[in-house]
């Protein structure tokens, strides 16, 4: 029997679920040479583990994997979220509660941007709804400068191409004017990066705020900025399709404090 069809499961996939990384981001980890199983390097995730291997992560141990967990985020503006910027700004891993475990981001929101993020500790997870096929809407409250029209948006809701960029038909709502301003609210299933700005930039509309107000059945509701919220091990595994795994039971603890600045 070949080391990729033995039993058990893939070796990115196990590092994902134990929350190292995502799936994708294990496999270049494995590439690159920091992970053993049974004291032997490995350079291929072309591999299967079972519960009796010894797995080590830049010579340490990987942890058992934990039960799956699921927040939601109200990112505020100003903060980055990538686990590290290069030019040394705020991410919102700096930002969040001190006793929060290792998490990460499903998608992402940009720096000029604002609402609700889902982090996760299990790195299948983060790949499942991050695939395009997952298709979950994410809505946005979208603030334009101008009075656009009806007329005005309908390239929006064909779909249009940006310098060579497709963007897929987005659901548009034209609310109020307030001002100098128009109020959107836009619903899309793609996320590409910085779409909504590129598409209204193409029809002559400048975003000045745009708030993510929910991202498939998950609303961010009146969670204040910089606040976190556990999902309740129920309501999670019931939105995903998720089997109960041992000691999700019970109370999710809500976090609620934003770490300080040191």
Do not use: C
């Not at 705020?90 to 509660?97: K, N």
């Not at 809505?139 to 309908?154: C, F, H, S």
């Not at 209204?200 to 961010?220: H, I, M, Q, T, W």
């Not at 556990?230 to 039971?249: I, S």
């Amino acid at each position: 029997m070949s080391e990729d069809t033995k039993p058990g499961e893939r070796i990115a996939k196990r590092l994902a679920r134990a929350g190292v990384a995502s799936r994708r981001d294990a496999e270049k980890m494995i590439e690159a040479g920091r992970v053993a199983v049974n004291g032997k390097q490995i350079a291929s995730p072309a591999l299967n583990v079972t519960a009796a291997d010894r797995i080590t992560v830049d010579g340490k141990a990987l942890a058992e994997a934990e039960p799956s967990r699921l927040w939601l985020y109200h990112k505020p503006l100003g903060l980055v979220t990538s686990a590290r910027d290069e030019k040394g700004r705020e991410t919102i891993f700096d930002a969040l509660p001190e006793d929060m475990p290792r998490v990460m981001s499903i998608g992402r929101l940009d720096i000029n941007s604002e609402g609700l993020l889902l982090l996760t500790n299990d790195g299948e997870i983060k790949r499942r709804l991050e695939l395009p096929s997952t298709g979950w809407l994410r809505k946005y409250r979208v603030r334009v400068k101008g009075t656009p029209t009806d007329a005005d948006l309908e390239p929006l809701r064909r779909g249009l191409t940006v310098e060579g960029v497709r963007y897929q038909p987005m659901s548009v709502t034209l609310d109020r004017q307030q001002g100098a301003n128009a109020w959107l609210t836009v619903g899309l299933r793609e996320g590409k990066n910085r779409e909504i700005r590129r598409a209204a930039e193409a029809v002559g509309l400048a975003v000045n705020r745009l708030l993510r107000v929910s991202y498939g059945p998950f609303r961010l509701g009146e969670l204040k900025a910089g606040a976190v919220e556990e999902v309740r091990p129920k309501v999670m595994r019931d939105q995903l399709g998720l089997a109960e795994t041992p000691g999700q039971e019970g109370k999710p603890k809500v976090q609620r404090q934003r770490r300080p600045k040191s």
